[in-house]
């Protein structure tokens, strides 16, 4: 492959003038359009990165290409002016207008390059068109594109001494030539591989599918870029959240030029960000907008397949779709809407349950339809400037206050317990439960980020399992409780038996249970704070923190404080109650976290999703939770039996 970016005029806008003719006509308007202003920013692009060998210090060094430039301006305003009115076409026709006279008036070429970058800017804002990959860019397969197409001639490490390129007029273009690169966008690299330029000996490229041209521009992109400067780009990349928020999604990555991103950043920071992001451009989907943009990828795979009659294959898909594509940006949507990231939760599962009962094909495809809508408002509320110190302060504090509530009300019970008892001494065994689940969520979340990479489903299965050991032990726990609290003889009990009731083996017992419900908060709760962390306002986030620890502080001490002044046989019976709710709970939240992992089946109800007491408004998730109500009547009702032959006795 070869290619020329600083020729041919008058051939290029022929051929461009073609192709909007044969995509045109009254039948095809609206793809007329898109190619109009496609065309339009092509030439924008063109002229920011070529006036330079036109015209230096207001003088013109070439007038074949100065020609040129005064051309092309004059086709990006006809092409503008050509595009369907809207209240941005005057601001955009006085822009055009203004390049125009700034071309003609011979100024500099850093003003003529910043001017046609904003007005394509501007262009691509009022009229929307898609100039990113659907997916991550593989490189592995642009670089064996690029060794089969484009080494002969622009040589193996893009310097334009490819054993073709010799008598080749114009010569190809060295891809690593670093001024040069500075001005380019993978987007205007990609643009040449599809359209290729006429009167020169690069042909077009669009018979390769989409994917191969946007992996082919990715590898030509990082020719002039070092891999020292890649390696400094990455510990950028992870450490500046403020840079990380500069590219939400693919599209912004493949519409920013070095130059661009240096009169923000600054040039040594800019060449390294673009050196590791066009190496590395996954990095970008697994934040808000590139992962939501997985999420949609993969239903719509997931329609395909259901529609030709696939359904293990649209399972499959849909459930990547929630675990490659929602649930990385869960955390982040759950701090900033939890109301629209439980919206999102339940509608996916919806779409897997009309999967899963073989709903008809127009079912599923309204359900993904109404979950696209659905993402583009996660991906507003996502954007870098919907973060402010109150909204960071305020989802530290209802974070940590939500997930933390369900683990204090288990572990005050069981040191309220201890201390009625008069058995203090086995306190140690509680802490110690609860500080080990601290360290061991941490530790957790540490080798989950910085040293493997643990997938969603993983995480939900942590989760699901956790929650259901939880609730199998709060339904022993409840009902021992309730038993106790049944006995008219409790102080004799208690002074008599209670030592031998907690043995070192109970004691064990309940650390593992302080252990099992803290833990399963923990390693959320982080990725939570985390997702705020990353996005600033580090201060508020720790006053959210703080203010919920206060909260959950004064629970505590509240119910510990409560617990005190209650007789013995009431405590009991309120804590055998909690245990009892709390196990309920769980149960419904387990069964909902193991079916987002994909371990069990999910068939919906149409019923209101109440998260605060674990129901999900499934066949499974409702089942276990009437299942554990059940099997809690029957052993309250067993111990009431026995209290009441006990005490005729």
């Given amino acids: 492959m070869t290619t020329v970016l600083n020729a041919v005029g008058r051939a290029i806008s022929g051929l461009m003038i073609v192709i909007l003719v044969l995509a045109g006509g009254a039948g095809v308007a609206t793809a007329q359009e898109a190619s109009s202003s496609q065309t339009a920013w092509r030439l924008l692009d063109y002229l920011s990165v070529d006036y330079a060998g036109a015209v230096k ?39 055009a207008e203004s390049l125009q006279a700034t071309i003609a008036a011979k100024q500099e070429p850093t003003v003529v ?19 990113a990959p659907k997916r991550a860019p593989d490189l592995a397969r642009g670089a064996a594109l690029y060794a089969e197409n484009c080494a ?76 020292a400067e890649a390696a400094a780009g990455e510990k950028i990349w992870n450490e500046d959240a403020a840079v990380r928020a500069r590219f939400p999604d693919l599209q912004t ?87 629209l990231m439980r919206r999102i939760e339940g509608a996916m599962g919806d779409v897997r349950g009309a ?34 110190g109150l909204s960071s302060f305020a989802g530290a504090f209802t974070i940590l206050l939500r997930e933390g509530l369900e683990a204090l009300l288990i572990v005050v019970a069981m040191i309220a317990f201890l201390r009625k008892a008069e058995r203090t001494d086995v306190l140690p065994y509680v802490h110690g439960g609860w500080i080990a689940a601290l360290a061991a969520g941490g530790l957790t979340w540490a080798v989950a980020t910085f040293f493997i990479s643990i997938g969603g489903a993983s995480r939900e299965m942590t989760e699901g399992f956790g929650s259901v050991i939880a609730a199998a032990v709060l339904i022993s726990v409840g009902l021992w409780m309730h038993g106790k609290a049944q006995a008219d003889a409790w102080q004799v009990y208690i002074r008599e038996k209670l030592s031998h009731a907690l043995s070192k083996q109970s004691a064990w017992f309940l650390f593992l249970l302080a252990f099992v419900v803290v833990y399963r908060e923990v390693f959320e709760t982080i990725l939570f704070l985390t997702a705020l962390w990353t996005q600033g306002g580090a201060g508020a986030v ?40 709390l196990a309920v709970v769980l149960a419904g939240k387990g069964v909902a976290g193991l079916q987002e992992a994909g371990l069990l089946d999910l068939h919906p109800l149409a019923l209101p999703r109440v998260e605060l007491l674990g129901f999900f408004p499934t066949i499974e998730g409702v ?6 109500i059940a099997i809690l009547v029957v052993g309250f009702f067993w111990n009431r039996s026995g209290g009441r032959k006990d005490a005729a006795a």
């Avoid at 505590?556 to 019976?573: D, Q, V, Y």
């Avoid at 089942?623 to 554990?628: D, G, L, N």
């Fill in 542 to 581: 720790l006053a959210g923190v703080g203010c919920a620890v206060v909260v959950l502080a004064a629970i505590a001490w509240a119910m510990l404080r409560f617990s005190k002044r209650l007789p013995i046989g009431k405590f009991f019976e309120y804590s055998a109650i909690l245990m009892a709710i």
């Fill in 355 to 388: 999967i899963g009962k073989a709903a008809p094909a127009s079912e599923v495809r309204a359900q993904i339809a109404r979950l696209d809508a659905l993402f583009a408002a996660a991906g507003r509320a996502l954007a870098p400037e919907k973060a402010s």
């Fill in 623 to 628: 089942a276990a939770q009437a299942m554990t």
């Fill in 253 to 339: 990555l493949t519409q920013t030029t070095p130059a661009a991103l240096a009169t923000a950043v600054g040039e040594t920071k800019a060449r390294a960000l673009t050196a590791y992001l066009r190496r590395h451009p996954e990095v970008v989907t697994r934040s808000g907008g590139g992962s939501l943009d997985v999420a949609r990828q993969k239903l719509a795979a997931s329609l395909k397949a259901y529609e030709a009659g696939d359904r293990k294959a649209a399972a499959d898909l849909a459930l990547a779709a929630y675990l490659d594509g929602f649930e990385p940006v869960e955390p982040s949507l759950g701090a900033r809407d939890p109301a």
């Fill in 57 to 95: 210090d207001g003088k013109v060094i070439s007038p074949s290409e100065y020609a040129e430039m005064n051309e092309f301006a004059g086709q990006v305003r006809e092409r503008i002016a050509g595009l369907p009115a809207t209240k941005a076409q005057p601001d955009l026709l006085a822009k």
């Fill in 113 to 131: 390059s910043a001017k046609a970058h904003a007005l394509a800017n501007d262009l691509l804002a009022a009229y929307p068109t898609p100039l």
């Fill in 152 to 227: 002969a001639c622009h040589g193996e490490t893009g310097k334009a001494d490819g054993p073709n390129a010799v008598g080749l007029d114009p010569p190809p273009i060295a891809f690593a030539d670093a001024e040069r690169a500075r001005q380019r966008s993978v987007f205007g690299l990609y643009q040449v591989i599809q359209q290729g330029l006429d009167g020169t000996a690069m042909a077009s490229y669009a018979h390769l599918p989409s994917d191969d041209r946007w992996d082919l521009a990715f590898y030509v992109g990082r020719f002039a870029f070092s891999d």
